[in-house]
């Protein structure tokens, strides 16, 4: 009896040792994910130490959050608070649209969570008790509402920044700095496009809790401030909502929806359906197809457009897979030939092993495939020429005998590139798009020329780019994505708008999608 009682208290005892070291590993193993989480998404920009210093920082602006002094734009609490857990989830999974922080809706709750740990570990917050501000009942907007909103605007020095259209071309604009000391541009409420969410009760929590390091400060107390009766203060901050929302102008064709849990769907065609009806951005084969409004958010902001709509239809049959792009832009840049010039382009990418990896042109370990549309490259096929000095400049006066200059020095002249094989410095285009790889950024490879099976055409009408890339279903190389019919693929996008400049990695980029080959 007594050695049956010897062996239940070792058996309990090695039980519980057992239960510990399980436990131990299981928090071990849930702090390493979420470590490998950041690392992965999002380290490159704020920093493996999380003070907003990490090794793709000096690509984007405004620059990446410091965690590490506690400091956040969104949050719900009253103004010296930290935020909530809610707040850092909803900035992770929501994104700040028209900065470089994308959505990452695409990851799972439980994920999500677990960056909301490592980011409260960077900055040592303890917000275990702070509450959100209490939104009292919204007040409808009427043209007297708004009235007295516009006179809050102006009374409490808001055009001072944002200007008096909303434009945010105010007085102050140009000399604003954030808590880094980097310029910072002020919101444009024309264009209805807001930090932290574009909802009335998401406009009221910025003006009540204010935005930690920027210029933006807390309005909590407009009662006392415009000597007005405690009573009125929902009033007054009601008014200032409704104001500031009646400004925004909207851009895009608000009946067109973003897809549903982010899942595009590709529609099947007809089976005889050859690559030049698909390409063409007028056939009717394209009525038939679901159009997606898919955001874009610029990298390094400008003073002009910073996030816009990139509408997305997607079809195939039994030999192709096609996807048509559609955004606006009221310039034609097509030039390359001056240090002046630069193009409009379009770009979609996609994971190639099917993981959602970083969105930054994936990894090492999650390569992607990218299709890479160029209005020079544009241009060029549809007019047949090579001709860099007659483009650029058309009425120049020339000594020598044009009609052999410079071709005739290009043929027995030594040019790298284009004895390299660079298909960048190819003489003539049959092509406006380049497929290439890439393991991450600065990592681009183009494939070789027989492995360019990547086509497409883009047409201009005065407002809008319509961009079509078509490729075979199948594909013929590792580095090359393989569409399967009921498969599922993850999607990205990226648009460069030549009279913002934009080349490289200043651009305009989206997040994941889902892209389903509905069967």
């Keep these: 009896m007594k050695n049956k009682s010897i062996h239940l208290i070792f058996t309990a005892s090695a039980l519980f040792i057992i239960f510990m070291i399980l436990h131990a590993f299981s928090i071990n193993g849930n702090e390493d994910s979420g470590e490998k989480l950041y690392q992965e998404y999002c380290a490159s920009c704020h920093g493996i130490s999380g003070n907003g210093n990490g090794e793709l920082a000096y690509l984007v602006y405004p620059k990446p959050r410091d965690f590490t002094n506690g400091k956040f734009k969104i949050k719900s609490p009253s103004p010296g608070f930290p935020p909530t857990d809610n707040d850092i989830i909803k900035t992770i999974k929501n994104g700040m649209p028209g900065t470089a922080m994308p959505s990452f809706s695409f990851l799972k709750d439980n994920e999500i969570i677990q960056l909301v740990d490592i980011v409260k570990e960077f900055s040592t917050m303890d917000n275990h008790d702070v509450k959100p501000i209490n939104i009292p009942k919204e007040l409808p907007s009427t043209d007297d509402l708004i009235a007295l909103g516009k006179s809050i605007y102006t009374e409490v020095g808001c055009n001072m920044c944002h200007g008096n ?103 099947k065609t007809k089976r005889s359906t050859k690559p030049e009806e698909f390409i063409d951005a007028a056939a009717s084969l394209w009525n038939n197809a679901q159009i997606y409004s898919i955001p874009i958010s610029r990298l390094w902001q400008s003073d002009n457009v910073n996030y816009q709509m990139v509408n997305v239809q997607a079809v195939y049959n039994s030999r192709y897979i096609a996807i048509k792009l559609e955004w606006e832009d009221h310039s034609q840049d097509q030039g390359l030939y001056r240090v002046q ?90 092509s406006s798009v380049e497929n290439v790889t890439a393991v991450g950024p600065q990592t681009v490879t183009p494939l070789s020329n027989n492995e360019q099976k990547v086509m497409g055409n883009g047409t201009w009408n005065g407002k809008k780019w319509q961009v079509v890339f078509v490729r075979q279903l199948k594909s013929d190389s590792k580095r090359k994505v393989k569409f399967e019919k009921g498969g599922s693929i993850p999607i990205a996008l990226a648009i460069w708008n030549g009279s913002e400049k934009d080349r490289n990695g200043q651009k305009m980029v989206s997040t994941w999608y889902d892209l389903e080959l509905k069967d």
């Design 165 to 267: 259209t909303g434009k945010g071309d105010g007085p102050s604009s140009k000399k604003l700095t954030d808590s880094q000391g980097y310029p910072i541009i002020p919101k444009d409420f024309t264009r209805g496009i807001y930090l932290g969410g574009g909802e009335n009760r998401d406009l009221y929590l910025r003006f009540v809790s204010g935005m930690d390091g920027t210029p933006m400060p807390s309005y909590g107390n407009l009662a006392e401030v415009l000597g007005k009766p405690k009573e009125e203060e929902n009033k007054l901050a009601w008014a200032l909502v409704h104001y500031v929302k009646s400004l925004e102008v909207k851009k895009f064709d608000e009946s067109i929806k973003p897809p549903v849990n982010e899942k595009l769907v590709a529609n």
């Design 341 to 430: 010039d630069f193009q409009d382009g379009a770009a979609i990418q996609f994971s190639i092993d099917g993981t959602k990896g970083f969105h930054g042109m994936g990894s090492k370990d999650h390569p992607t495939d990218i299709w890479f549309w160029k209005a020079e490259w544009q241009m060029r096929a549809n007019e047949n020429t090579d001709s860099d000095i007659v483009l650029a400049y058309a009425d120049r006066v020339s000594d020598s005998d044009v009609d052999t200059y410079p071709t005739l020095m290009n043929d027995v002249s030594y040019l790298s590139g284009r004895d390299a094989g660079n298909i960048n410095s190819e003489a003539g285009k049959t």
